[in-house]
C-alpha cells in the first residue's frame, strides 16, 4: 500500500552543517534519522509511506521505491525513503519519504523538501516523565529456561546456533519523544547509528549492507562480553561469531564477486564488546535484493536457518516486529545503509518496548546469556532515564 502526496515537487537548498541534528525536526510527530558521529540524514514529515508484507517484501519495497522516485518532480536524485523492514515475513515493513530531510557530511549540510513545506508548529524535545519499568512478555526466569532448552536442542544436535530475544517495558507519565532518545544515543553510541524510522528507535553497532555504486560492504557482529572478557581467544564466542559471517558470506555469494573478509577483532561500546568481522565485495544487486538474499543472518537469526526460525517461534514467540530486521535507508540511485534494528524499542504513546537477543551455541550458560541481555538492554534504557 502506498500513500503519497498529490504535489511531488522537489527542492534542494544547501547550507552550512549543524552538530545539534536532532534538534532540528519541529516536534516529535514523524521524525526520522539515520545519524552517526554527527553526519548522516534526519527527516520529518510525510511525503509518501509505503507498507508490504508477506515473504518478497524486499522486492515490493525496491519496485515501489522506483515508482514512486519516477513520479517526483525536479531534482529527484536527492530524495532519499527511510526503511524498517520487519524480522518475519508476516510482519509489516515500512518505507517511509520524509517531507523534509537534512543530509550532514562533512562541513555541508542539505535540505530536501518535497511539495510544499509543512506549516510547523515548534514543540521543545522533551525529557521523559517519571519512566517505570515492567517485565515484557518474557521476563528473565522465563527467558532463561527458553535458553536453556535452546542449549538442551543444540546438545541433541538438532542445530548449530540459535538467537533467542526478549522484552522489556517503560512505561513513561507523558508519551515519549523520540527526539530526545535520538540525542541520548548519538551522544552515548558514537560508533552506532542511531536510527528512527516508524515506531522503531534506537543506535545498532551492526551494519548488515551499505551499497555505494557497485561496492557493498557489511560488519558482522556476534560474540559479546560485557565483562572485559577476551573474546579473540574464547571458543565459545569465536565459534558464534563464525556462523554469523559464513551466513553473510554465504547468502551473498551469488550476488558479489571479489569477497573479502577482515577480522575478527574486539568493537568495544559503551555497555558491551563484540567480535567483528568487516565484508567488502563488488556487486550489481540492488540493496533491497541484498537484503532479501541475507535476511536473517545467524547474527539474529542462527544455523541452520530455518531450524534457528522455528525454534524461535516456538521457544521465544515474541513479535519481533522490526527489532533484528533490516533498518536505515535508500537514495534514488539505489544506494543506501541498512542496519540490523539492534539495542532498539518500539515506542508507542507513552510506552517503550525494548528488545534484546543473545546468540546461543551448544556451550552457553543461560545465567551468563540473561547478564548478557541485561548489557544490551542498557543501551536504550539508560537513555530513557537521560543517565
Ligand atoms: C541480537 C542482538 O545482538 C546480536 C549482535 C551482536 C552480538 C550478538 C551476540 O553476541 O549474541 C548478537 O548476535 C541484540 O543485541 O539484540
Known amino acids: 500500500m502506498t500513500t503519497l502526496l498529490p504535489d511531488l515537487a522537489v527542492r534542494v537548498e544547501e547550507f552550512d552543517r549543524t552538530d545539534e541534528l536532532w534538534a532540528l525536526p519541529p516536534s516529535p510527530r514523524g521524525v526520522v534519522c539515520w545519524l552517526r558521529g554527527g553526519a548522516g540524514l534526519i527527516g520529518w514529515g510525510e511525503a509518501a509511506r509505503i507498507e508490504v508484507a508477506?515473504?518478497?517484501?524486499?522486492d515490493r519495497a525496491a519496485a515501489a521505491w522506483r515508482a514512486f522516485v519516477e513520479r517526483l518532480d525536479g531534482d529527484a536524485a536527492h530524495?532519499?525513503?527511510?526503511?524498517?523492514?520487519?524480522f518475519d515475513e508476516r510482519g509489516r515493513s515500512v518505507l517511509v519519504v520524509p517531507r523534509v530531510l537534512?543530509?550532514?557530511?562533512?562541513?555541508?549540510?542539505?535540505?530536501?523538501?518535497?511539495g510544499a513545506a509543512p506549516a510547523e508548529v515548534f514543540v521543545p524535545v522533551a525529557r521523559p516523565a517519571a519512566v517505570r519499568w515492567h517485565d515484557g512478555r518474557l521476563p528473565a526466569p522465563r527467558w532463561r529456561a527458553a535458553v536453556a532448552e535452546a542449549v538442551r536442542r543444540m546438545r541433541s544436535g538438532e542445530l548449530d546456533k540459535v538467537v533467542l530475544a526478549r522484552d522489556l517495558v517503560a512505561e513513561a507519565d507523558e508519551p515519549l519523544d523520540?527526539?530526545?532518545l535520538i540525542e541520548e544515543l548519538t551522544s552515548r553510541h558514537p560508533q552506532c547509528w542511531t536510527f528512527a524510522v516508524d515506531d522503531l528507535v534506537g543506535a545498532t553497532p551492526e551494519m548488515l549492507l551499505r551499497r555505494e555504486g557497485d561496492r557493498m560492504t557489511s560488519r558482522v557482529l556476534a560474540g559479546s562480553s560485557w565483562t572485559g572478557h577476551d573474546l579473540l581467544t574464547s571458543r565459545q564466542h569465536l565459534d558464534e561469531h563464525h556462523y554469523a559471517v559464513a551466513s553473510l558470506v554465504s547468502a551473498t555469494a551469488p550476488h558479489c564477486t571479489e569477497v573479502r573478509t577482515s577480522g575478527p577483532s574486539e568493537l568495544h561500546l559503551r555497555n558491551i564488546s563484540h567480535l567483528a568481522t568487516d565484508v567488502v565485495a563488488r556487486t550489481t544487486t540492488g540493496l533491497f535484493e541484498l537484503a532479501r538474499a541475507v535476511h536473517p543472518t545467524a547474527a539474529v537469526g542462527g544455523t541452520p536457518r530455518d531450524a534457528a526460525l522455528r525454534l524461535i517461534a516456538e521457544l521465544e514467540g515474541l513479535d519481533r516486529g522490526g527489532y533484528a530486521g533490516p533498518v536505515g535507508w535508500v537514495d534514488a540511485a539505489g544506494d543506501g545503509e541498512l542496519?540490523?534494528?539492534l539495542r532498539c524499542a518500539r515506542l508507542t504513546g507513552r510506552r517503550a518496548r525494548l528488545f534484546a537477543g543473545c546468540g546461543l551455541i551448544a556451550d552457553s550458560d543461560p545465567d551468563a546469556e540473561v547478564r548478557e541481555s541485561e548489557a544490551k538492554f542498557a543501551a536504550v534504557r539508560d537513555a530513557i532515564e537521560g543517565r
Open 79 to 86: 530524495a532519499v525513503a527511510f526503511a524498517s523492514f520487519s
Open 102 to 114: 537534512v543530509r550532514c557530511t562533512g562541513g555541508r549540510a542539505r535540505t530536501t523538501t518535497i
Open 339 to 341: 542496519g540490523i534494528a
Open 178 to 180: 523520540p527526539r530526545f
Open 54 to 58: 508477506g515473504p518478497d517484501r524486499f
